[in-house]
């Protein structure tokens, strides 16, 4: 059972350039979740899905899309990376009825030049 | 939406010194969660616990839902223990998980 895998685990992107990370779960988990973490701060919600096909805006959504289109798998992407999106993000999840909490990934660190 | 503040922001221990971080949060809950974050940058998941207390190992947390705040207790702490210790909270009213800013811990042999 590997829980939440986060795919890849470092990037370095030039200034424009575009990306997107891939997140996988296979826990059959309703929720998914993208988090961004600057250095000395806590994470912060970017995007999240309730459920197949759905997406809704977090705290700081700006210059981030995302994707749903299967359930298992929650795509964020950035159409025109900037120096301001270099951070570590992470992926979590968690069921419809909550029964231990959130899992999450081992993150992806981004560095934008 | 709802405030989660964790104290203290940094705390320095001598190895085997005990330890309580607090986390408050200013609304109602459905779901608590102490993560460690590791030197690594890993997010460890060490306690759900929207109210009542748990132990595991050296570690106990206890969340007093009605009065809005939660107490990680660390016991004989060890230099793995150091790190970035974050509360996160789900307010009943939504579906998201909100952090803390964190408790930054450092045990010294």
């Known amino acids: 059972n590997a829980g939440v895998t986060q795919t890849p685990k470092f990037r370095v992107l030039k200034t424009g350039q575009s990306m997107t990370l891939l997140c996988a779960q296979d826990m059959n988990h309703e929720y998914m979740y993208w988090y961004r973490q600057d250095p000395g701060m806590g994470l912060r919600l970017i995007h999240y899905s309730v459920g197949e096909g759905t997406t809704a805006k977090g705290e700081v959504p700006d210059g981030y899309n995302v994707s749903r289109l299967k359930k298992q798998n929650f795509l964020l992407g950035l159409e025109s990376a900037a120096p301001s999106q270099t951070s570590v993000y992470f992926c979590?999840?968690?069921?419809?009825?909550?029964?231990?909490?959130?899992?999450f990934g081992s993150g992806t660190r981004l560095t934008v030049v | 939406g709802i405030q989660v503040e964790q104290s203290p922001p940094d705390l320095i221990l001598q190895e085997g010194a005990n330890s309580t971080l607090r986390c408050n949060f200013s609304?109602?809950?459905?779901?608590l969660q102490w993560f460690h974050q590791n030197p690594w940058g890993q997010l460890i998941n060490l306690f759900y616990i929207p109210s009542g207390t748990k132990q595991n190992g050296r570690l106990s947390a206890t969340t007093v839902a009605t009065e809005r705040y939660s107490l990680l207790y660390i016991s004989s702490s060890q230099t793995t223990d150091s790190g970035v210790y974050f509360c996160a909270v789900e307010e009943t009213s939504g579906s998201r998980l909100t952090f803390g800013e964190g408790t930054q811990l450092t045990v010294n042999p």
């Open positions: 609304d109602s809950v459905n779901n």
């Open positions: 979590a999840s968690r069921p419809i009825l909550l029964a231990g909490g959130y899992t």
